[in-house]
């Protein structure tokens, strides 16, 4: 992310954190030497069987105090080392990583807390490393237990809690230390429901106080809806940093495309510049794919609640063993709407062979209104054979709901009492 495009509205906010040409490299272990020498033997030994591994490399970056950011990327793209990096827990084997102000991680559950005192003497203890007086935390212990909600466990051992638990006095602690940057990992995401939409709410009072807050998520429609900025990571680099409207759109288009099949260039906008990603083995093809209305007749075009049925059509030369056949379906906006298989179905024969044609039938379909694109892969064991990344387009008109970015339009009844 360069700094015009980490830039606040007005520009004058002074930086919370910032990374200059970070790295991190570990070392990874090869397989010579056998179980003996990788386990027992000398350090030494070690070093000579290993290689090195960048878990993140040229990182340059600045985050603005009052930013609520959002890190998103694959598993494996560097973001836990990141917030690592950032929370000084770990050093950069190059590069700086810089800080300001009082900061506060939760980048694992129950990091931090002693597993032998109870949920109170952990309030304290963690309280008064993040600076606060004995005064200003007894004057702050009953927030932190009313967010928390384990008031009738607070005099129970931490060791004994549930990881849901230690989220929440953990979360709870976080918000009312009141520092001045907050590191989260995705601890949310072992909460309930109902505690994940307390800590959003609580986040974005958080961010309203100016306070900065950096959240690793694989919700791309959080990162879009609540933050201000999004990072986008992917093996251990910075794809792309800046508003979250614009970045999210363009990592879930990435994502689309690689669920569909084809291959782009990361700043190619246009779908039809790129490779289309259909793939045939030599003796399968997938010859044909049809949509039809409830009247079997081909429709390009549906109703909100009309059935809609997918015929394949295809020819096998040789017998394929365990054949699947997967659909794909993208929203025009590129989220992902779904993906299903026969086999999982409990549809796939077990064995295909010759001329064959396979239906697929969705009863109602309750999709929002736009465009789709419906990609269809046949397998054999697992394995893609034939493929066709956009076999069929597809647009559903439905009525208009409240929120047009969601996927569906479920339909329900309100009753009003009184």
């Known amino acids: 992310m360069n700094e015009s495009t980490n830039q606040r509205v007005d520009g004058s906010a002074p930086f919370a954190i910032r990374l200059r040409g970070a790295g991190k490299r570990y070392e990874r272990l090869t397989d010579g030497g056998g179980i003996w020498s990788r ?100 004057e702050r212990l009953d927030a932190i237990v009313a967010f928390a909600e384990i008031g009738e466990f607070m005099e129970m051992p ?82 792309a940093g800046g508003p979250s409207r614009e970045v999210v759109m363009r990592y879930m288009r990435s994502l689309a495309y690689e669920v569909l099949g084809e291959v782009h260039d990361e700043g190619d906008a246009d779908p039809e510049g790129a490779t289309n990603g259909d793939a045939e083995a030599g003796s399968v093809r997938i010859t044909g794919v049809v949509l039809r209305g409830q009247d079997g007749s081909p429709r390009e075009r549906f109703r909100h609640g009309e059935p809609l049925t997918a015929l394949v059509e295809g020819v096998a030369d040789e017998p394929i063993h365990e054949p699947d056949l997967r659909f794909t379906i993208v929203r025009d906006d590129f989220e992902i709407v779904g993906v299903e298989t026969a086999r999982a179905n409990g549809c796939a024969p077990d064995q295909l062979s010759g001329r064959f044609t396979w239906k697929v039938h969705w009863p109602e379909v309750f999709l929002n ?31 208009h709901i409240a929120d047009p970015q969601a996927l569906a339009d479920v339909p329900c009844v309100f009753t009003r009492r009184g």
Not at 170 to 184: E, K, S, T, W
Not at 216 to 229: E, G, L
């Open 39 to 138: 386990f027992v033997a000398s350090r030494a030994h070690a070093v000579r069987h290993s290689e090195p591994f960048w878990a993140l490399r040229g990182v340059d970056l600045e985050i603005r105090q009052g930013d609520m950011v959002a890190v998103i990327g694959p598993n494996g793209a560097g973001k836990s080392t990141l917030l690592r990096l950032m929370a000084g827990i770990s050093e950069p084997t190059e590069g700086t990583v810089e800080t300001r102000g009082r900061l506060m991680a939760m980048l694992k559950v129950g990091v931090g807390f002693h597993p032998d005192l109870t949920g109170y003497e952990n309030v304290y203890l963690l309280g008064s490393v993040q600076g606060l007086s004995h005064r200003q935390i007894t």
């Open 369 to 399: 209104t736009a465009d789709y694109t419906l990609g269809v892969t046949l397998l054999s064991g697992g394995h893609p054979l034939s493929r066709r990344a956009r076999a069929a387009v597809f647009h559903v008109d439905a009525p």
């Open 158 to 239: 931490v060791k004994h809690y549930s990881a849901g638990m230690q989220t929440r006095l953990g979360f709870a602690l976080a918000i009312h230390c009141d520092p001045d940057v907050i590191l989260i990992d995705e601890t949310l995401a072992v909460g309930d429901g109902r505690f994940q939409v307390k800590c959003v709410e609580a986040m974005s009072a958080f961010h309203r106080l100016g306070k900065t807050l950096v959240y690793v998520t694989h919700n791309a429609r959080f990162a879009r809806s609540i933050c201000d900025q999004t990072l986008w990571f992917d093996h251990g680099h910075l794809v």
